[in-house]
């Protein structure tokens, strides 16, 4: 017994015709598919964070980090953080209401606090390395650059991310693919916040208490 396939009436000889017509995507695709990737990034600080617990007190006769962090100064850039992540949670109600002049006014504070927490760290890194705390002094400050450094790398691709985003809202507005993208930012900005929570704890606390 054959069996054969029947070409819709519409397709050309040697033409294929597609029955679905518009764009296929699964739902929550993206979504699922930007929680993976988290993961993976959770590996990658886990691995950072180990190394730096493995060589913090590793000072081959130089500074420590009680020599050398500011806390008042890391604290200042731990609020500015905090507060991109309250102001970008602002952003996100609005955009539940479908009102994209307040989505996008709080997605531009959100930056302002972002530019600003980064603008500190490259003023402490700029300091560090003028008094001589470069990473090549030893294994504690390469450990520190590496660590504190691939989150402040992180942090510049979240603003260039946001800038893209408010972008794409002037033109297009709140469309789905937009409020999806709007989504993925806000998980990747809040583990970035999660993140530097660790970072303040384990590295400049208790740096600075050692």
Request: charged content about 10%.
């Amino acid at each position: 017994m054959s069996h054969s396939t029947a070409m819709p009436a519409s397709a050309a000889p040697g033409q294929f015709d597609f029955l679905e017509k518009g764009e296929h995507h699964v739902a929550n695709g993206t979504l699922l598919g930007f929680w993976l990737y988290l993961m993976s990034d959770c590996l990658i600080f886990a691995a950072l964070f180990a190394t730096y617990g493995v060589l913090s007190q590793n000072y081959a006769g130089g500074p420590s980090g009680a020599d050398l962090f500011d806390l008042p100064l890391v604290a200042l850039n731990t609020s500015f953080l905090l507060f991109s992540s309250i102001t970008y949670g602002f952003a996100m109600l609005q955009m539940q209401q479908r009102k994209l002049q307040g989505t996008m006014i709080w997605l531009a504070i959100t930056g302002v606090f972002g530019a600003a927490f980064l603008g500190l760290e490259l003023y402490e890194f700029y300091h560090l390395i003028h008094v001589g705390a470069t990473p090549q002094r030893s294994a504690f400050l390469s450990a520190f650059f590496t660590l504190v450094g691939t989150h402040g790398l992180h942090v510049s691709l979240g603003i260039i991310w946001l800038v893209t985003l408010l972008f794409q809202l002037r033109k297009h507005g709140l469309t789905t693919a937009n409020r999806r993208r709007l989504f993925c930012l806000s998980m990747f900005w809040h583990f970035l916040d999660v993140i530097w929570i660790g970072v303040f704890t384990v590295v400049y606390l208790m740096g600075s208490l050692s």
